[in-house]
């Protein structure tokens, strides 16, 4: 009996030990998960092909699946054991502006700007219209709905180079502007992003070569997502 009574206790030794040890290597993974957060490739709003043909599948599988994703994978690993590591995308492209840390808010702004372009877009016919209270406010800067288009067409064509063309809101008031390379308005307090076209090579060159000005007066006439902007606006 009393030797049955201390195998008992060794085991129960044994399982105390095991389930404790158990349980800190669950610890010290959570740890782990916590601190290799990594930015992630938000999935796509449509199927690839959903865009066509203004922009056909195969441009979005290399504008979302190569570059897109280029970017989100560049920027985890610029970011993997710094300050930046574990706060939101939205937190490293501020802070990396404040610093002039080129390489990662390059690739921080570029992931942020391509995610807010992906869901700026829709199949044709599927954008709806702009809300009462966006509409007041287009009518007031623009004069009219129309007007408001071709000025966010005119600022995206413009852009020499690389950039963005963006309907924004400030303080309850919308305009239109464009930004180069991977600049975003989101480092501007107060101003708050609507809608953007992007106007880099890679975003229309397989489906209209070096005719740019066709490929943004079809998105902005077809393509943009104003229930979307209303949502943003409000």
Same mark, same amino acid.
């Given at each position: 009996?009393?030797?049955?009574?201390?195998?008992?206790?060794?085991?129960?030794?044994?399982?105390?030990?095991?389930?404790?040890?158990v349980a800190s290597g669950?610890?010290?993974?959570?740890?782990?998960?916590?601190?290799?957060?990594?930015?992630?490739?938000?999935?796509?709003?449509?199927? +690839?092909?959903?865009? *066509?043909?203004?922009?056909?599948?195969?441009?979005?599988?290399?504008?979302?699946?190569?570059?897109?994703?280029?970017?989100?994978?560049?920027?985890?690993g610029l970011i993997a054991?710094?300050?930046?590591?574990?706060?939101?995308?939205?937190?490293?492209?501020?802070?990396?502006?404040?610093?002039?840390?080129?390489?990662?808010?390059?690739?921080?702004?570029?992931?942020?700007?391509?995610?807010?372009?992906?869901?700026?877009?829709?199949?044709?016919?599927?954008?709806?219209?702009?809300?009462?209270?966006?509409?007041?406010?287009?009518?007031?800067?623009?004069?009219?709905?129309?007007?408001?288009?071709?000025?966010?067409?005119?600022?995206?064509?413009?852009?020499?180079?690389?950039?963005?063309?963006?309907?924004?809101?400030?303080?309850?008031?919308?305009?239109?502007?464009?930004?180069?390379? *991977?600049?975003?308005?989101?480092?501007?307090?107060?101003?708050?992003?609507?809608?953007?076209?992007?106007?880099? +090579?890679?975003?229309?060159?397989?489906?209209?070569q070096n005719v740019r000005?066709?490929?943004?007066?079809?998105?902005?006439?077809?393509?943009?997502?104003?229930?979307?902007?209303?949502?943003?606006?409000?």
């Open positions: 009996m009393k030797m049955l009574s201390q195998n008992k206790m060794a085991r129960r030794r044994f399982i105390g030990v095991t389930a404790g040890a669950i610890a010290i993974a959570a740890k782990g998960e916590k601190k290799m957060k990594e930015i992630t490739l938000e999935a796509l709003p449509y199927a +690839e092909d959903a865009l *066509a043909p203004t922009i056909s599948a195969r441009t979005v599988s290399f504008h979302y699946g190569k570059h897109h994703a280029g970017y989100v994978k560049t920027l985890n054991g710094t300050q930046y590591e574990g706060r939101t995308l939205e937190e490293i492209i501020r802070t990396a502006a404040e610093r002039g840390d080129t390489a990662i808010f390059n690739n921080a702004a570029q992931t942020w700007n391509h995610t807010f372009y992906w869901n700026s877009l829709v199949p044709a016919g599927k954008g709806g219209a702009p809300s009462a209270k966006l509409q007041a406010a287009i009518d007031a800067a623009f004069g009219s709905f129309d007007a408001c288009k071709d000025a966010l067409a005119d600022v995206a064509i413009k852009r020499f180079g690389s950039g963005w063309g963006w309907l924004v809101a400030e303080n309850g008031k919308v305009s239109v502007e464009s930004t180069p390379n *991977a600049e975003t308005p989101i480092t501007r307090p107060g101003v708050k992003p609507l809608l953007v076209v992007d106007v880099w +090579e890679h975003a229309y060159y397989l489906d209209w000005a066709d490929y943004v007066k079809a998105v902005v006439g077809g393509h943009l997502n104003w229930n979307a902007a209303s949502r943003r606006f409000a």
